[in-house]
């Protein structure tokens, strides 16, 4: 007995992309892309904003100029502040031992100057700072220096 050969399965139809991965993604209405290009032309209006009036606010800089420790509770800082002559000024001034904990600490106020006193037309004057000290300092400096807010 012979058998008669049985026709083949017919393939399954293929699947559509569209059943596999979704359909069409929609794009923006030309109501919804106004608004987005607004929004980014405001940010970057903002943006050049603030940075315009970030270079205009007054900074000051520092400079060790160095230090001495006349005794075991003493250390004296020496140091060059930059700022505009108008402005007042505050610096945080450490004395460190040997192994940089911090042994002393001072806030020193920088007050408003002539601009015939110092250098660069009274933007840059030099200061000494003398600091106590719990145990013997090995090093001093000029931690950091700020503009102290107008209210306080």
């Not at 015939?116 to 013997?136: I, L, Q």
């Amino acid at each position: 007995m012979t058998s008669q050969d049985q026709p083949a399965a017919t393939a399954p139809a293929p699947p559509s992309l569209a059943n596999r991965y979704g359909g069409q993604k929609r794009t923006l209405s030309g109501k919804a892309k106004r608004t987005i290009l607004i929004l980014a032309i405001a940010a970057g209006m903002a943006f050049m904003a603030w940075i315009s009036t970030s270079n205009a606010t007054a900074t000051v800089t520092f400079k060790d100029i160095g230090y001495s420790t006349p005794d075991a509770t003493l250390t004296e800082v020496d140091f060059q502040v930059t700022k505009d002559p108008a402005t007042a000024a505050k610096c945080s001034v450490k004395a460190l031992d040997s192994k940089f904990a911090v042994v002393g600490w001072k806030v020193v106020d920088i007050a408003p100057n002539a601009a015939d006193a110092g250098s660069d037309g009274g933007r840059t004057t030099a200061h000494r700072a003398t600091v106590r000290t719990e145990s013997p300092a090995v090093s001093g400096l000029i931690d950091s220096c700020w503009i102290p807010d107008a209210g306080k």
